[in-house]
């Protein structure tokens, strides 16, 4: 089976803001680990697809950015798309040129550049059985985490009928209230990932039968033709139009410790945390406090006696919130004057 990566390292990353900006945002920090997470994402799939069957999709902004913090992916690999269109058309775009380069039908498994995963050998070992799937059953397959808290933001994944290594997927579900998704979580519905894997052809077809807002510019994309194509299709997510809208989705269980950082306070679950629950990174002193949140980059941070914070500090600008107001960050910004939201 012949195996490409596809990852998506577009958006701007505002609930990471100060440290994140348009020029440098979430993808681009090391968040996780001591390394970006776009890099963390190419080495955790490194040992599945080497780095020259493995496409970037960007913003054209960030096309250089990104090939500075990745040097070993083919520059011709890094597409940057000339205008935000959604998951559905880069995903499209990736599955022509992927069927144009390499014809032995191959199998692109499909992930963020955002994320953090605890478990490498286990994301892989689900991602090469989730390949496996696509191939036998020549499904569209997407890979459902198996939740550990009732997390209202994310959208969920109801498993149906089971069908050999998998399940077909009954029913899609936006993001919900916490009661419901409590509710979800005791009946067994899955995260929904943002993992996929299918072969390019298979992904092709059903975005031929049921996306005409894609459909129509597939030729452009045949030939690589990246301004054509992304002229002629209206913005769409691949989950609305494709996969709520095709027949043949299956869905696979994962447990490997996945989390799309979503938020500052996410760091708490993907960073290591000391005896008080506190997760730093960079000239940090604690006194007395439990369950923050502090990240600096160039500055000396000192709390004591709080709980629940979050502190970032970066170019001598500082920001404090808790780690609920940190889901939010984009009303704060919108508040600021200029002068400080803007702040590079």
């Not at 209202?152 to 009661?179: C, M, N």
């Not at 609305?240 to 299956?250: A, D, I, Y």
Request: proline share 6%.
């Amino acid at each position: 089976m012949s195996r490409w990566a596809v990852i998506l390292a577009g958006g701007s990353g505002t609930r990471f803001w100060p440290l994140s900006t348009p020029e440098r945002p979430k993808q681009l920090l090391p968040l996780a680990t001591s390394e970006p997470l776009l890099v963390d994402a190419i080495r955790r799939l490194g040992p599945l697809v080497p780095v020259d069957r493995t496409l970037i999709l960007t913003s054209a902004a960030l096309a250089n950015a990104v090939r500075a913090v990745v040097p070993d992916v083919p520059s011709d690999n890094i597409v940057g798309e000339p205008r935000a269109a959604g998951t559905g058309p880069a995903l499209a775009w990736a599955a022509a040129e992927i069927a144009r380069r390499d014809a032995d039908d191959p199998v692109m498994i499909c992930v963020h550049a955002d994320w953090a995963i605890r478990n490498a050998d286990g994301f892989r070992e689900t991602l090469s059985r989730a390949a496996a799937v696509a191939e036998r059953h020549g499904a569209l397959v997407t890979v459902g985490i198996v939740p550990d808290r009732p997390d209202p933001g994310f959208g969920y994944i109801q498993p149906g009928e089971h069908v050999t290594g998998a399940r077909r997927v009954a029913r899609f579900a936006e993001k919900p209230d916490r009661a419901t998704a409590e509710r979800m979580v005791a009946d067994g519905f899955l995260w929904n990932s943002g993992i996929f894997v299918w072969r390019a052809q298979d992904f092709l077809r059903e975005i031929d039968a049921h996306t005409p807002e894609i459909a129509s510019a597939l030729g452009h994309a045949s030939v690589g033709d990246l301004a054509a194509f992304y002229h002629a299709v209206a913005p769409v997510t691949v989950d609305e139009g494709v996969l709520e809208r095709s027949t043949n989705v299956l869905v696979i269980p994962g447990e490997f410790g996945w989390d799309d950082v979503g938020t500052w306070a996410a760091l708490r679950r993907v960073h290591e945390r000391d005896a008080a629950g506190n997760a730093v990174s960079g000239d940090v002193h604690l006194v007395r406090a439990r369950d923050c949140v502090a990240y600096t980059e160039d500055q000396t941070v000192v709390l004591y006696g709080v709980a629940d914070l979050v502190v970032v500090a970066r170019d001598g600008l500082t920001v404090v919130t808790t780690t609920d107001g940190a889901a939010d960050l984009k009303s704060l910004i919108d508040a600021l004057p200029a002068h400080v939201r803007e702040r590079r």
